[in-house]
């Protein structure tokens, strides 16, 4: 009789600290945070990210942050990785996601992004945002972080608004049946 009235209570209870690791803020460890259910966890491999590389983990930051349906964890050696990071000369750009387990796209952090005077850790966010299925908002203002360029070269914003969130999370929403797959479309960004 107990377990019967306890049971439903200790369930309450789980969805209360779910609910409450949700707004957890930004200083908090990933470790402190729980899990949301059917979570789906993309490896990335930043091997060849170069001089971005802790801008590549900065972003990564950002995005696990900003989302609970997907996380981001750098790909142990010799692990498959959805999203390959490379730094050439070209214009940051990327592919099309929404990227799926045991997929790829690859992320091109582009040298002429950086030399133009933007942003490193905001144009990786946005090249992140591409592999998680969102295209480009431009123009817009730099409170989007899709709108990219157009955000103009002085903004560092490299969050997400309410509405990119919320299409990463619909993406990424309802387990793996009826999901979009990648387009695997080229987004340039040129500014
Ligand atoms: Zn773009």
Redesign the pocket.
Known sequence: MLRRILTPLLIALSALTLTLAGAAPATAAPAERSQPLRQTVLYYDASRAAEYTSAVSSAVRVWNYSVSNVRLEPAPVGRHAEIRIIADNGW???QLGPVRPGGQVVVWMGRQGTAAGYDAVRIAA??L??SLGL??A?PGPCSSL?S?STGGVNCTNPYPDAYERSRVEANYGSGLTGQRAADGQL???RA
């Open positions: 940051p750009r990327a946005h090249e945002g591409h295209p480009d431009k899709m990219g987004m340039v960004d």
